[in-house]
């Protein structure tokens, strides 16, 4: 295992991409990426629609093996230590399928205990969850029939279970109501105020500006801009700098006219 070097009075990378390549087909989805996350740190990763968030995200957290490149997790190569780098690491994937004929207390459980976690630790952090998420400590309801929201905080649990030091969420607020969001919200600031790194895609600006410490922008596979996040904002809003880096349109006088 090689630990990517960090430049003289950088703090320590949660996360470091190095040359990141995918490609699907003729589709080029990730072009080079590479990128560090400070350790504590609330990193949000930006882009619209088909920027390669997601993709970008699978294969830094071992979910998808890159065609080029590595990924680190906390110092651990993911592809040679995949058993050290994901016990570090909690996931909430977008659109993955869970196993979702057991209820949301029976999923905690098979989860904890894949990990090799004591029943009792596992029995104690779900009821913990489950009151915290608002899911119902005693809800016997399957995970199939829970809404979008609530399929999004039971990730978020099966994510938090293990106490990870680093949590990689892929658009953890789309579908939530505002209560909830706001909830998840304050569980996050909590964990990284406690040691912990967030790191999350969202084309939310609102929600990455009021969140974030640093950010990341990536559009067509490629990460354009990233840092502090008053360093990229400069001065201006950050939708202003989005759209400058994207490349984003507004509709003119003369365009929909028959509206």
Known sequence: MTVPAQRTGEPAAAMALRGLVKRFDAKLAVSGVSLDVPAGSFFGLLGPNGAGKTTTLSMAVGLLRPDVGQAYLLGYDVWQSP??????????????RMFDRLSGPELLAYQGLLRGMPATTVDQRARDLLDVLELGVDNRTLVIDYSAGMKKKIGLACALLHAPRLLVLDEPFEAVDPVSAALIRDILQRYVAGGGTVVFSSHVLEVVERLCSHVAIMSDGVVRMHGPLDTVRAGRPLQDVFLQVVGGRVATGSELAWL
């Not at 058993?83 to 993955?96: F, H, M, R, S």
């Open 83 to 96: 058993i050290q780098a994901k016990a570090l690491v909690g996931v909430l994937p977008d659109g993955a």
